[in-house]
């Protein structure tokens, strides 16, 4: 009788066990990401590439006139509404301005093709002249996805460089596809809402955490102001069956 019960209180034990294993988290695929910005910055990071390491503070506002942060859009967008600012001067004839964003929670070591949506506001003309380039067409928007941290390092040249490859200006680099450029319309005034989608899906890799970091930006071979506001992304992830 004693070994009985001994036996039933194990069995309770390895039942009240199995009952507190947690379960697997369920990981959707596709995964559709959508942000708006309406609140806030939505865990996005600002940044800026290919300008010159020595720049002081006061030449990063006043010569390249770098700036960015949450805001609301132009006057001329209606009905109103916010999203990511960032504005440059390219005085150094590539500058690469971006915003990044670290994801999580997806299959580790695990290929995934990535499709982008992105919208925002521009008041940049198409067929216009511009210094070293066209304003709308020599400013090329690209966007990638990376297992490790997009971030500057420098080059032998005192430069800040990227350490993936997004090529530059209107090259397509093995880690960034191009999506387009930021010219409106011929007779742009204002700045106007603009679509530019992946021409295919994108792929990349997670890292061993289950984890990618998105990068999308602009590529500007015009060697004038360029002032943009990212007003929506939207994110299509699906593991690859390749």
């Excluded at 132009?74 to 440059?88: D, F, N, T």
């Amino acid at each position: 009788m004693k070994k009985i019960i001994q036996i039933i209180t194990i069995i309770i034990i390895v039942l009240q066990a199995c009952k507190k294993t947690p379960k697997p988290p369920v990981i959707e695929n596709p995964i559709l990401l959508n942000y708006t910005f309406e609140n806030d910055n939505e865990g996005w990071v600002y940044g800026y590439s290919d300008y010159p390491s020595t720049l002081s503070l006061n030449d990063s506002l006043v010569l390249y006139q770098m700036l960015y942060g949450h805001a609301t859009l132009p006057a001329s967008i209606v009905p109103a509404q916010k999203g990511l600012r960032i504005k440059g001067m390219n005085r150094s004839d590539d500058l690469f301005m971006y915003v990044k964003k670290n994801l999580s929670g997806l299959v580790p070591n695990t290929l995934y093709k990535i499709t982008f949506e992105i919208e925002m506001a521009s008041n940049a003309p198409t067929n216009a002249v511009g210094v070293g380039g066209a304003p709308g067409e020599a400013v090329t928007l690209k966007a990638g996805a990376k297992a490790y941290e997009p971030k500057n390092i420098k080059d032998n040249l005192n430069h800040y460089r990227l350490n993936i490859d997004k090529a530059n200006q209107k090259d397509t680099g093995i880690d960034m596809q191009i999506l387009g450029n930021i010219g409106v319309a011929d007779d742009t005034k204002n700045y106007t809402l603009i679509t530019r989608s992946s021409p295919t899906p994108f792929s990349a890799s997670t890292n061993s955490d289950g984890k990618i970091w998105i990068i999308i930006g602009t590529d500007s071979g015009y060697e004038g102001l360029t002032d943009l506001y990212y007003s929506n992304i939207k994110l299509k992830l699906e593991k690859s069956t390749n």
